[in-house]
């Protein structure tokens, strides 16, 4: 089951960056894109997240 992260809790799960850091970053296409739960309200999906971080981990062991 996946479970949904507030943008703050994305953010700190990301690398402890600033969440206004984040949506830059979701604008760019460099961090999943979030889901729109109603209105001003988003979450991101914890999966998504935790696969933008292992690729992250792949990219450095690749540069090696």
């Not at 799960?13 to 961090?31: D, I, K, N, Q």
């Amino acid at each position: 089951m996946n479970r949904l992260l507030t943008k703050k809790e994305a953010a700190w799960m990301a690398g402890s960056y600033h969440p206004e850091t984040l949506m830059r970053m979701v604008r760019e296409r460099r961090f999943p894109k979030p889901i729109r739960l109603s209105g001003n309200k988003i979450a991101f999906v914890e999966t998504e997240v935790l696969e933008w971080i292992e690729a992250r981990i792949a990219e450095r062991d690749a540069a090696q």
